[in-house]
Structure formats: C-alpha cells, structure tokens
C-alpha cells in the first residue's frame, strides 16, 4: 500500500524539477531581467504541499495511462497555482505566502504583477511542449482544459472580491458553493483530475464524474482551508491567521453564523466585517471568533465538508476506472485528506 | 491603391465583431459575474487603432494567404492588447485609457487585476479555434508564437518597471533599444507580422526578416508614441499627456536629453524624475520639458525614429513576398505611418 503523503513527495520532487530546470529561465545578461527571473522562480522554491500535481499525476495512472506522460501537465497545474497566488496576494492584500513575505511586499505591487503575468505565459509555452510526447491531438485538448479551469478561477474570484467590495451580505450557503466551485474547485480537484484523464485518453463518462467529484471535493477543501485559517496551527499553515476575517471573506463558517445569530449579533458582526482591513482592531477579529465559537460554526462547517467528502468519494466509485488499482486508492485517500489535513 | 486608414478601420470592425459577439461572453445569471463580463468588454469596446491586427491580416496576404484565415489570430492579438493594457495600467498608476478612466479606477485594482486575468485566458482559449479553419500543426505554432511574444513583452516591462522603482539613471540608448524592443516591438509589429506569415504558411527566412523589421518599427513606432506623450495633441492621442514625466519613464528622449545636459542641469532633473509621481509639481514638468524643447531632444529624437523606419523598410524589400502587392505596399504606407502619426 502507497503512503500517500510519500507519493504526493514523489511528484512534487519531479515537478519541481522540471519547473526549475526546465520550464522557467535562469538567467540573463541583462540585470533587471535576472531580477524577473528570480522574482519568477520565488514562488516555486518555496514549500508547497503539490496537491495539484498528485492529482494530475495519479488521476491519469487510475485511469490507465503512464504517470511519466503526466508530469508536464501536473508541472503546468503547479505553475497555475504560482502565478494565481502572487495576483490573489496583491488582490486580497495579503502578508505571508508560504512562510515568507508575499512578494509584492518582496519588491513591489507593479513588479509582481508583471512577473505573475510572466509566470501565467510560460504556463502556455510549457504546455506547448506536450507535443512530443502526446501529439497534436491531446495537447490542444490539454490546453483547452486549461482555458475552462482559469475561466472557472477567475470568475470564482471575481464573485468572492466583488461580495467584498459590493459589501453584498444577501447570501446564503448556496451562494458560497456556486463561488468556491469555481474559485477552488476547478483548479484544484476536478482540472487536475480531469486532464490526468485526457493524457490516458480516458472517455467522456471519466471526465463527467471527474468533474462532479472534482466540484464536490473541491468545495470541501476550501472548507478545511477556512477552517485552518482561523482555527488551524500557524507554523504548519504558512498564511497569516485571521486574513479571512481580515480580508472579509465570506467563509462558510461565516455565513453559517450570520444565518443563525440574532439581529442584533449579526448587525455588529457585518459592521466589523464591512471595515477596511487596516480598520479592525485584534478586539474585531476576537469577537467574531468568540461567537463561531459559542454557536459551533466551526463544528457545522466540518461536517459540511465532511458531507461533501463522502458524496465525492461515492462519485469516485462510480467510475469505471481502466488502470492501477492503487492509484484508485490514492485518490479516496486523498479525498479524505483534504478535509482532515492540519496544513 | 487602397487606403491605409481605410483599410485598418476595415480590419478593426471585423476583429471587434469576433471579440464581442464571439470570443468574449456576453451574460452570466450569476449577478456578480455579469460584471466581470461587463469588465471584460470594457477597453474592447472603447475606441482604439487596431494597428496589430491590421498588420495581422496584411502581412498574411502578403505572404501569400487569405485575409479571413488571420482573422481570428488578428483577434486575439487585439486581445493581448486588451488584457495587458488593463496590467499596464495599474502598474504605471495610469489614469486614463483610450479618453475614459483606466478600468481599476472604475472599479478597483483587485477587481481590474482579476479581469486582465481572465481577460489573458481568453486569447489563449480563442486561439485553439483556429484548429477547424488551420489545422492542429498551424495552431500550435501560433500559440507558440504567442508564448515568445508574451515573453518578451513581460521581460520589456520589467525592465522599465525596474528602472524605475532603482532609480536607475546609468542608462543609455542602447538601454532604450534593449528595453523597447521587447516591451513594444514584438507585440506590436513583430508579432503580428509573423502570426500572419504563419497563418499564409510562409517560410522561416520570412519569419526571420519580419523579426529584424518589427524589432526596428516597434522601437521607432515607441519613440513617437513617447512624442506624442510630450507633444501631441491631447484630444487625438486618448492618454493623459505628460504621464511619462509623472511615471518616470526612461523614453529616448529623456536619456538623450540627460547626455548632453550640463552637470547641475542633469543632476536637477533626475532628482525631479526621482520623485513619486504625487510629488512632483507642475512646475517640475515645465522644467524638465523646457529643457527638452530647448535641447531639442524633440527632434534628435524623431530623427532617430525615422532612421529606424528607412531601416526596417529596407528589410522589408529584402523579404521575396508571395502574395498581393497591395498588401506589401500597405505594409510600407504603415511603417511610415507609425513615425508619423499624430494619435
């Protein structure tokens, strides 16, 4: 039986590899441009878990292809997660990435943008490179899976910094799934899953369910996420704690509350969630922890993850799988994981 | 003889109608993603030139294939114009776009970001449309050209980005040429040009000559751009007039002034230039062009601009074209144009 924290080490090893040996530049005769190679290559040198890859990687194994023929796509999902990450910093404004400062407080605001844009085209060019090995044919649809998922992302996070800035409270649970299904889910579970499965050139009945377990699992994980934002170990976690309340996002813990505080309550709780984020004192952010506490917003939201879990692992077996059993295995593993993870 | 600006209107309004009513989506039932689309289609639908996608589909026909082939790749060269102008703008802090507000301050730098994002993904996607008119081979190497192009025009942002943000003043022409050649040549004529070669199948000395006459028109077709900047005709050229001097830019028109100022006339005006953009005065402006006028930097600099097009025209008719002559006379009636225009 494969550990899967071992394997997901394995492919991350390999990904990184060719992420920093391969994909990304190294350097120029031209200082500046150095300078955008390395601002480029901080993201990726940092730690990271490789969620994505693994699932790339061993979602094309269960569905009977060779996880080799994997390994570029996952290096790619990993590359989408990089350049996401330094834009949804300097959106959101937030601190620390990874343990360290986020890198437009590294250099700047305009620098880091520029070098996400940077990032995001060699995401494309490095897709490009499937030809050799794939052909013609499963490389653009590779590529057009990568259209749908940065479509989704895009438009998750415009929905969930527009309910910030709109200062939008007319939402319910639904609301927050039709977001995070966009926001998390498809660049998280259901893209990488899915184009695992077109490089073994699995059938269209594969990619379905991949998409409906990807939605479900996806949803869960950003559950946990929220959850360890505000109730998980600093040290193991790497983003600065409370930035959700910070940051106003509407959380499913969030959510949950308000529907079940009294009038009064609530009205105090958006107050505090409607200021700027330099705006909030630490006595903010203790009051609204104090009432998730109280009213076990943070137990409610687990057990909707926990739900999502299980819906999605029965997705999961509904599907005629065509390759190694393990690999199978490792994805209901994973599937538990992402709900039960400490970071 | 068809007429130059005849025939780029012509151009624009086609790549419009497939930006608008194709490529981009129109409503969403999701309120909040119903203004990402309204985002989108924002700087497509303010007024624009359309000189890249106008070089497109005539260097196409002038390699020896059909206009309507390149019309999408047009489209989405246009689009790439969209999208990093969106970046540009919150990166240099711009305030005003094609006559109307840049798009972050009609929403916010979080909300503009995003779009510019999803915006980016948009071309990518388009671009692996051209498969059914094409074929996979072609619309590969056009999304490889894509990359290198991207590439480039991150890697010529930077470096003026970072000039800035260093204070950097140890700078010279061949700086300018270094830095304007991958920030404005390749995607501005060089790029285009070559998509079209690609589309109309054209071989690789063509390609390589379209490289050396866009690296030299995109830095002449700069140099009056940062005219036009200074001394153009603000209610013709659409951006706020002096934001080169507020923004620090490092145009040739400035380094040149700063080699031949005597030593305390330098040394006043990098300390200006080294300003924050809120802190400089109007009074820091007129100086800083006053010298210009009085130095004629104006001029050196709209020589140098014309050496560059008689070059990039001798290049030109050293490329054995297979297709309309019109087509190649309309290429030249452009370089000229592009030193010459007054918006």
Known sequence: MVNLEEEMKRVK??????IL??????????NEIDLLYGMMRDYPSRPAKGLR?????????????KGEDALLTAACVELF????LIHDDIEDGSELRRGQPALHLKQSPALALNTGDALHAKMWGALLKNESRLGQERTLRILAEFSRIVDA?????????????????????????????RKTSWYTVAGPCRLGAIVADANLDVQDKLKEFGTKLGVGFQIQDDLLNLVGDQSRYGKAKFDDILEGKRTLILLHLLEILSSSERSKVVSIMNKDRDQKTSEDVSYVLSLMKRNDAFGYSRNRAQELVEEAIGVLRRIEWKGESEAVSLLESFSRFAVERQW
């Not at 992302?153 to 299904?181: F, I, N």
């Open 13 to 18: 090893i390999d990904v990184d590899r060719l």
């Open 21 to 30: 040996d391969e994909i990304l530049p190294k350097s120029s005769r031209i």
């Open 53 to 65: 890859p693994f699932l790339c990687v061993t979602a094309c194994k269960a569905a009977g292809g």
């Open 81 to 84: 997660q990089h350049w996401i």
């Open 153 to 181: 992302t895009t438009e998750g996070q415009h929905m969930e910094l527009a309910w910030v800035q709109h200062r939008r409270w007319d939402l319910g649970e639904p609301d927050y799934y039709e977001m995070c299904s």
